[in-house]
């Protein structure tokens, strides 16, 4: 079966299921310079890599966006979602926007089915809703299914700017301990639960260039008991995180 797909710079779209059922899959190189965003309904890559050591992905460095979608499951069982272990973005990576439910799919059993830390390249300006975040939804008889989380790393490459993180873009990832902000980065503002329920989460630092965290940005993240603040910061900090904080840092000089 099909192990390495290259899909070139020019096109446009994906069919629908046009990768259905590749388990062989091993290795995507995505260099779709613009694509359309897919739908709910495309599940280009649904059951993609489950026979063997899983999927890697790259994008190429002169891919602007990854479509809303492009990596969503098409059901909520666990054997319709691709095997994903790791993404990469190369070098110089012209990427502005990661499209909603772009990377929202996990087994609910396996969390080795997803990769466990990535870096969002310099490039990045939007991050939409639920991008990153575990899926839930209901099975066929109306079980309420939660997918594994397996984000335990996540990086913003320092000259990042972003105007907002989406809602519920990182939400879930209760497993995920590292969050590296750069104080270089731009980070305009912190969308509605984009953070919301990431449990292991310690410490958070709030660049200089954040203007706004959105109400339950950071909701249920009881791990919290660190954050910085970048000089320059002024805005309140909303009060939901407040009730675990043990030391809130200035990084200014007033």
Request: proline content about 4%; hydrophobic content about 35%; charged content about 15%.
């Amino acid at each position: 079966g099909l192990t390495s797909l290259t899909i070139p710079q020019n096109v446009k779209s994906l069919g629908k299921s046009a990768f259905y059922n590749c388990t062989s899959l091993t290795m995507i190189n995505f260099n779709a310079t613009a694509m359309d965003d897919l739908s709910s309904s495309n599940y280009v890559f649904a059951n993609a890599g489950q026979n063997g050591t899983g999927i890697k992905v790259s994008f190429g460095a002169n891919v602007t966006k990854v479509p809303a979608y492009l990596f969503a499951p098409y059901s909520s069982s666990s054997s319709y979602s691709p095997k994903i272990v790791n993404v990469d973005f190369k070098t110089g990576s012209a990427c502005q926007s990661i499209g909603a439910y772009a990377f929202a799919t996990y087994d609910r059993y396996d969390a080795s089915y997803y990769f466990t830390e990535i870096t969002i390249p310099a490039s990045v300006e939007t991050i939409g809703a639920y991008a990153f975040s575990p899926f839930e939804d209901y099975d066929y008889y109306g079980t309420f299914l939660t997918y594994q989380p397996a984000l335990t790393t996540l990086e913003f490459a320092s000259g990042v700017n972003i105007g907002v993180i989406g809602d519920y873009a990182f939400a879930n990832q209760t497993v995920l301990k590292n969050l590296g902000i750069s104080e270089y980065a731009v980070i305009t503002e912190f969308g509605p639960y984009c953070f919301a329920n990431d449990s292991e989460l310690t410490e958070i630092f709030i660049p200089k260039s954040t203007q706004a965290i959105s109400d339950h940005a950071f909701a249920q993240c009881s791990g919290v008991s660190n954050i910085e603040f970048a000089e320059g910061d002024s805005f309140v900090l909303p009060e939901e995180v407040g009730g675990t904080i043990e030391e809130i840092y200035y990084n200014g000089s007033d």
